[in-house]
């Protein structure tokens, strides 16, 4: 039945397409796109079987498939996915073809080498979402940073190296001490009565929550640091705006888009259900950088004057709330989170797009270097406004769902029990409509340049192919906004389980840590 | 017929889809208009027969819900899970609100028709009302908070692409940007005092909340924020103060869009949201105190900068902030109905002022400073006789529309147990104010001699904008009759309409049965009496006596000074909040802290392994005696480490 290796099957059928540009010959560019495309879209066509066939009232993981890999140490290839990964998933594949037909021209040198290093991020980051062994998942991890390396570094602006060192050297930085929390509890894992070194996510759920609370606190923090730099939170941001800035078109859609959602994606994945009693004491700090990084982003955004580099630093204000929303362990808040992850990955990788369709155009970002453009481009004009409405969060778009339900849920979290912590990040819903309005404002209103020209190149509205890339991501920034439930149903077994997690263990913490020894948990010898 | 509900809100939603997609390719105006305005008005017609439906219904079986489809909601079934649908409540309240905005909405359709003939953005500005009305129409018959802030940002969104309609020029983009931020400001508040709604009462439709409420007590801490919050949303969007910053600067897109949404239907959500609220009101005398006070002091405020402005438009901006403020001082005193009476004679006569201030525009070539105009009745004698109308209704003089509800307002100020003579002292002298502006824009415009350029030739209007002027009109005149006092005889049926929606509200405010007493005449007589007496200045000064007016300007050169510069608030707060932010979020925030101190520190860190690495490398020379050295070197540490042990 295909249900057993669907998820295999969709995590590395974009490598087919790189097998497949073996034999095409370097020289033709139209075959290679071609060849990325279509394997990018199949790939999204196949991971549609795991929407139809995903059951929205199970609980745990489905499509699961497990063998082992490394026998003595417990480590299996173990893939499998629940509400949150089925989403993330879904993402990915319905970015990655998008981000390639929308910079079809973009990219004009080395176009064969660059399609596979697409394709071989496709399959790392759709790994990265369906692993359940996390000796598999950091294999995933890593493997993704190479080619997004490379993307940066070969296909990006002028400062594309010290952007891409940046990135990796962040990113590898914050991953080695994962590494070793990993091997840590795969230890612990062993030392517990009748265990084994595992690696094994949903045998190690059942153990981690067990060990005691200082040690849990620095696996906690182990993980979240890698976590945080990848989301990336306040203040480990600092490599989003170079890389952004510096990385290709489809590069930052796919940054934007996909790769930050894993930061999160750990936080809810990996943090919260393994150390659900370190999540209850570092719950508030987390929250606040993350309401520091809401307000300050927005801030920062304001007095961009690259519009890319400022809807990179929006990025930073737009995961502040997710990373509340999951910290408020509301049900609201949680769910809201998971949303605004997907919700973010369609309106920042339609602006990035966006801003690479005009860049392409005029080879310039600078915002004073436009005014005018509405005039000229009137199509470009109504997808830019539609997709900037979507990222204020304004009301029937998706946008707000997710904010919505973020705030609402960190406004009566009894986790956070402050009403700070929402009232700060709703002062986000006020600058975000700054940066982006002003921004609008200045590129798109005015008078048009004199004789038509911008950095000495016409400005011509958005092709046919442009304008089908941004479709799909409009139907979607319109159908989350009027009806959400499609995609809320999905996650809400997830959102519930974890919620309920913290809650349980809220309830039972002073009582295992105090005298009183509990029989269902083993203390360490 | 409640079954057609949704369908009101339908058609011009339809509307705009068709005119937002295709409506480039549609080369006729006329087609695009009779789309644009058709939609609204088989929603008037929709709304219009409902009503007609209900007037046959006994009291309790007014109020019905229609709900679509579920849309926010998380699933866990307890109690305090949130659940909010697309459903629409049609009541006494909502359906009044429905045909004010359909109907007036309709009529600025067809005005826009022969205003817009011949601009570019012709299917642009239509599909943009289109979803105007929508947004509004969901504002209006939500039956939960949650659809409500849709309806809320949507018409402020709408705000924003019409303000900013003639892109082109950088004022307009200024201002809409503006407006949005300002009001953005405003749903801070509004979304704060939901999210406590749902902390509170577990829920977020409009039912539960309000059922909920009408057993708990007065002065409920929880309440007094909820409704301080909400209020902060409608001090945006209704343009109070402080918040009113927005309206004078959102006249810079077309005049119709001045009409509808700043003065007839949009700016007006505020009063529509605090009366549907009415018994979250009720229950915090705090708040409505609060409510009382910021719009006296608004409507004193706007039109003292009113007297002295010279764009025909402005003058009309300041006039509905200063008469929204007269909606919320109602409110405040927690005369619900009165509030509401007013938002609909308003409806009629500012949205007559504008139009007919469009057709002055329009006939004067774009022209809009007054002091350039002077003698045009003898050229537009309909827009005259019915800006006129309006410039009398607005004023306050029996028998027009604004005498009755303006004089309801200012005698529930004074009488209300809510109310205080220093409230009724802002009403009149408000009162007062008002009929001297406006009677100073009637007559600098229309009467007196001809201040344009010779060429000018100042031309009437075409019919599709005359005849919305006429029937506007007609409704300033007899706009009112559905609000005479008892002590004028008359049956006051809109607040009897509205009372099943303000009983809870007025049940808890314990207000005691309504008396005819003398004071009512005294104090009627005296506001009418300082209309007149302001019309009469206004004529003399700007009429009669024009040295009066240089002279005074002259003698009191600072305080006219300090009311054209609209007392410099704009500066005031670009010195104090705007530029002081833009400027730590530049230097401060990325240049300091995010390029020198966390980047510094990755930058420092990295280069520091660089010189760690530069230095240590030396050691690998490849020189064979360097390795012989640093060998021995180290056997006679180690040698030396071991004796000395």
């Known amino acids: ?525 | 017929m409640f079954a057609l509900t949704p369908y009101i809100v339908l058609f011009p939603l339809l509307g705009f889809l068709i005119l937002g997609l295709v409506g480039s390719r549609i080369k006729s105006e006329k087609l695009v208009g009779t789309i644009g305005s058709g939609v609204v008005g088989i929603s008037f017609l929709l709304a219009a027969a409902i009503f007609i439906q209900m007037l046959g219904l006994e009291e309790a079986k007014r109020e019905h819900v229609v709900t679509l489809f579920p849309w926010i909601s998380t699933f866990t079934g307890t109690a305090t899970s949130l659940s909010v649908s697309v459903a629409y409540q049609v009541d006494q309240l909502s359906i009044l609100m429905t045909l004010i905005v359909t109907g007036v909405g309709f009529l600025i359709h067809v005005y826009s028709i022969g205003y817009m003939h011949g601009d570019k953005g012709f299917w642009r500005f239509f599909s943009y009302m289109n979803l105007f009305i929508f947004a509004m129409l969901n504002l209006v018959l939500a039956d939960n908070f949650v659809l409500l802030f849709l309806g809320w940002e949507g018409v402020g969104l709408c705000s924003y692409l019409l303000i900013g309609f003639w892109y082109e020029k950088k004022i307009t983009g200024d201002a809409a940007k503006k407006a949005f931020v300002v009001n953005r400001i405003g749903d801070f508040g509004f979304l704060l005092g939901m999210f406590l709604i749902f902390q509170t009462f577990g829920s977020l439709n409009f039912d539960t909340v309000f059922g909920s409420a009408s057993v708990m007590s007065v002065g409920n801490p929880a309440l007094k924020w909820i409704t301080l919050l909400l209020f902060v949303g409608a001090m945006g969007k209704s343009a109070q103060i402080p918040l009113y910053v927005w309206l004078p600067d959102a006249m810079a897109g077309p005049t119709p869009v001045s009409a509808l949404i700043h003065a007839a239907t949009m700016v007006t959500a505020g009063v529509y949201m605090m009366a549907r609220c009415s018994i979250l009101y009720a229950l915090a005398p705090t708040t409505l105190l609060f409510v009382a006070v910021i719009g006296g002091v608004t409507a004193v405020f706007a039109a003292t900068i009113g007297l002295v402005q010279n764009d025909i438009k402005k003058v009309l901006a300041y006039s509905t902030i200063s008469q929204l403020g007269y909606m919320f001082l109602a409110m405040g005193v927690a005369a619900f109905s009165a509030g509401i009476f007013h938002l609909m004679t308003h409806a009629f006569f500012k949205a007559l002022l504008f139009l007919g201030s469009g057709a002055v525009i329009h006939g004067m070539h774009d022209e809009q400073d007054i002091r350039n105009m002077g003698g045009l009745k003898k050229y537009l004698p309909v827009t005259y006789k019915t800006f006129l109308i309006g410039a009398i209704a607005i004023s306050g003089i029996p028998p027009f529309a604004g005498f009755f509800s303006k004089d309801e307002i200012l005698w529930k100020a004074f009488s209300s147990d809510y109310g205080s003579v220093f409230l009724w002292l802002l009403g009149v002298l408000g009162a007062g104010l008002t009929a001297f502006y406006m009677f100073r824009l009637v007559s600098l415009t229309f009467e007196g001699e001809e201040r344009f350029a010779h060429d000018t030739h100042p031309h009437e209007a075409p019919k599709s904008m005359t005849i919305p002027l006429i029937i506007l009109a007609g409704l300033s005149v007899i706009g009112g009759f559905v609000g005479i006092p008892r002590s004028l005889f008359g049956g006051n049926a809109i607040e009897h309409w509205l009372e099943p929606i303000f009983a809870s509200a007025n049940s808890k405010l314990m207000i005691s049965e309504y008396k005819v007493v003398w004071s009512e005449y005294v104090l009627m007589t005296l506001s009418v009496g300082i209309a007149l007496a302001g019309i009469y200045a206004a004529r003399i000064i700007y009429l009669k006596r024009i040295e009066i007016a240089s002279a005074l300007v002259e003698r009191y050169n600072k305080i006219y000074s300090l009311l054209l510069n609209k007392y410099y608030v704009d500066e005031a707060y670009d010195a104090a909040i705007v530029n002081p932010i833009v400027n730590a979020s530049d230097k401060i925030l990325w240049k300091g802290f995010d390029v020198r101190i966390v980047d510094g520190l990755v930058n420092g860190s990295a280069s520091l392994v660089a010189i760690t690495a530069q230095w240590a490398r030396k050691v690998q020379s490849g020189v064979a005696q360097n390795y012989a050295i640093i060998f021995i070197g180290g056997i006679v540490f180690i040698l030396t480490w071991l004796l000395v042990k």
Request: proline fraction near 4%.
């Open chain 1, 1 to 525: 039945m295909i249900s057993n290796f669907i998820v295999s099957l969709v995590t590395f059928f974009p490598l087919l397409g790189i097998v497949l540009l073996l034999f095409v010959d370097k020289e033709k560019a139209q075959i290679i796109k071609l060849v990325g495309f279509i394997t990018s879209l199949a790939t999204f066509v196949l991971s549609l079987h795991l929407y139809f066939h995903f059951d929205s009232q199970v609980a745990g993981f489905q499509f699961v498939q497990q063998f082992v890999w490394i026998g003595g140490l417990n480590i299996s290839y173990h893939v499998g996915i629940d509400g949150l990964s089925l989403l993330m998933i879904l993402l990915t594949t319905f970015l990655t073809p998008i981000a390639l037909l929308g910079t079809w021209n973009s990219i004009e040198r080395r176009i064969r080498e660059y399609t596979m290093m697409i394709l071989l991020l496709e399959t790392g980051m759709l790994g990265v979402f369906a692993s359940l062994d996390l000796f598999l998942f950091y294999v995933f991890w890593e493997a993704m940073l190479i080619p997004m390396y490379f993307i940066i570094g070969l296909w990006g602006g002028q400062d594309r190296v010290y952007a891409a060192v940046k990135f990796f050297l962040y990113t590898l930085f914050g991953s080695l001490l994962m590494l070793v929390a990993i091997i840590a509890l795969g230890y612990f894992a062993s030392t517990m009565r009748g265990g084994a070194f595992t690696t094994n996510l949903v045998e190690l759920y059942s153990v981690a929550s067990r060990l005691p609370l200082t040690l849990q606190l620095w696996m906690f923090l182990a993980f979240a640091l890698s976590f945080a730099i990848k989301v990336p939170l306040f203040p480990f941001h600092t490599w989003l705006p170079d890389a952004h800035v510096q990385a290709p078109t489809a590069g930052s859609v796919i940054l934007a888009g996909v790769l930050l959602k894993m930061g999160t994606y750990g936080f809810i994945r990996f943090c919260v259900p393994l150390f659900p009693d370190a999540t209850i004491v570092i719950a508030p700090y987390i929250s606040v950088l993350a309401v520091v990084g809401i307000v300050y982003g927005a801030l920062v955004s304001i007095v961009q004057t690259d519009i890319k580099k400022l809807v990179a630093y929006s990025s930073v204000s737009h995961l502040g709330f997710v990373v509340l929303g999951i910290f408020a362990m509301t049900e609201e808040g949680m769910q809201g989170a998971i949303i605004q992850m997907v919700n973010h990955g369609l309106s920042t990788g339609a602006l990035f797009l966006l801003v690479g369709m005009i860049y392409d155009r005029v080879h310039t970002r600078k915002i004073s270097d436009f005014g005018g453009v509405a005039k000229l481009m009137p199509v470009f004009a109504s997808f830019l406004m539609i997709i900037s409405l979507s990222s204020i969060g304004l009301p029937g778009l998706n946008g707000f769902v997710g904010e919505f339900l973020i705030l609402l849920g960190a406004f009566n979290s009894t986790l956070l029990d402050n009403h700070a912590f929402a009232a700060f990040a709703a002062l986000g819903v006020i600058l975000s409509a700054v940066y982006l309005l002003w921004m609008y404002q200045r590129v798109m209103f005015g008078p048009v340049r004199e004789g038509g020209l911008y950095n000495g190149h016409t400005l011509t509205d958005l092709t046919r192919r442009e304008i089908v890339a941004l479709i799909p991501i409009v139907l979607f920034v319109v159908w989350i906004g009027v009806y959400p439930e499609t995609f809320l149903s999905k996650s809400a077994e997830v959102a519930k389980r974890t919620v309920q997690l913290i809650e349980t263990t809220q309830r039972g913490a002073p009582i295992r840590y105090a005298d009183s020894p509990d029989s269902s948990r083993e203390p360490l010898h």
